[in-house]
Structures are given as C-alpha cells and as structure tokens.
C-alpha cells in the first residue's frame, strides 16, 4: 500500500480481554517494528521484525505481549489479559531494513483504552 | 544499555531560533534520527546524520558529534506550525538481531506569536 496500515483506530476494551492489532507495512518494506506510546510520553520500543530473521522481542513488556509476522506482510500484536496500564498508543512502522538509511514510516496508530 | 536525554519541554517566539539538544549512550551505533509528532498524529522523519558533522535541509539542520554522543536540531524562523514534539532516535548495532531504533523521550516544543 502507500503507507503504513493499522487497525483498528480505537479500541476500547474491558480489563482482563485480549486484543489484537494489525499492521500492514508498506509494500517492499523488510523491517517491521511495534512501539507503544503512553499519554504524553515518548516511543517505548516493544519488538522488531527484519525479513525472516529472530524477531527482537527484548522490548516486550511481559508474557503477555506478543506478535507474529507473515513473512514480510502483515505483523499482529497480541495483548492477552489487558489491564489498565496497557492503554496507549500502539505505533508500527517499516522500513527498507539493512543497506538503507533505514527510515522508519509510521502508521496513524492504534489507540488502545482498557477500562 | 542505552539511554536518550533531552529536554522534556522548550518554548519560543515566531521567527527564533531554537536548538534542541540530544546526548545518547548507547552499545553500539548505526546513525541518529529526528522526528517530528504533532499532537494526536504519527512521528514524521526529519533528518538523519550517521557522520560527524552537519545536516541542511531547509529551516532544519540536524548536527552530529560521535565522538561527543551528541546531536542538536537546529530549527530556524519558527512558525507557528514548528510546535510539536521533537524525538531524537538511535539505531544501535550492538543488537544481534538487526537495527532496532530506540527514542528518547521527545522535546515538547511550544512556538508562541
């Protein structure tokens, strides 16, 4: 597509349900990387995608947090028993990967609400 | 580890000059970023500087000292529109597994009339 694809926009879901995001990076685009960003902070990096290399899953915050990519496609991330402190904004991006500058392109993101 | 500082929040006129500052320690090192986020959007790619020295574009110049761990944005003739945040990001080589970028916290710009 021509640019980063997230959805949904808004999730609003009760404590203790899971959710899944989506993210469809632009097409061409090797590296694929998840953050999250808390009300008025900064990009708290949560895992990296690069081709059909280990995922680097160092910023994962807890076992529930997990994602999967379909080869160089579309990337879910998995949050199994929300709770309150998960609500944020759940930013992808992609990039060209290795051999580039590595310029990473944002989604609109996907706002996340656990009541 | 890695660790990114700069300034939480700065504020100037229309017309200034600002610089924002960025000191990073990291493991490894494969070239500095900055984005711009305005409220509620996505960050936006602004510059990139992986040698030492000066970055132009436009009204923006993006500096680099490796040396120093130091990056300063250069924004000149503020408008209105330049307010936002301002994130400075590293790509650390150190990580096995590829290029991951890690953010600081940003700089809240406010530019007032």
């Known amino acids: 597509g021509a640019g980063v694809s997230q959805s949904p926009s808004n999730k609003v879901t009760e404590k203790g349900k899971d959710v899944e995001l989506r993210c469809d990076p632009i097409s061409g685009h090797t590296a694929l990387y998840w953050y999250r960003q808390r009300l008025g902070q900064g990009l708290e990096f949560l895992i990296y995608?690069?081709?059909?290399?280990?995922?680097?899953k160092s910023g994962l915050p807890s076992d529930r947090f997990s994602a999967e990519r379909t080869g160089e496609s579309v990337s879910t991330l998995t949050i199994q028993r929300t709770q309150q402190e998960d609500s944020a904004v759940y930013l992808c991006a992609s990039s060209l990967g290795p051999g580039s500058a590595g310029e990473l392109f944002f989604g609109e993101g996907s706002r996340l609400t656990v009541l | 580890g890695q660790n990114i500082d700069q300034p939480t929040e700065m504020t100037a006129t229309e017309g200034a000059i600002v610089q924002i500052n960025c000191t990073y320690q990291t493991s490894g090192f494969n070239g500095l970023f900055w984005y711009q986020q305005h409220a509620g959007e996505a960050p936006t790619f602004l510059s990139y500087?992986?040698?030492?020295g000066l970055e132009e574009k436009g009204r923006f110049s993006s500096f680099l000292s490796r040396s120093k761990g130091y990056s300063y944005l250069l924004l000149k003739e503020l408008q209105m529109k330049d307010s936002a945040s301002y994130l400075c990001a590293v790509r650390d080589e150190a990580n096995q597994a590829g290029t991951a970028l890690i953010f600081g916290k940003g700089t809240t710009l406010s530019v007032s009339s």
């Open positions: 995608f690069q081709g059909n290399s280990a995922p680097d």
């Open positions: 500087n992986v040698l030492d």
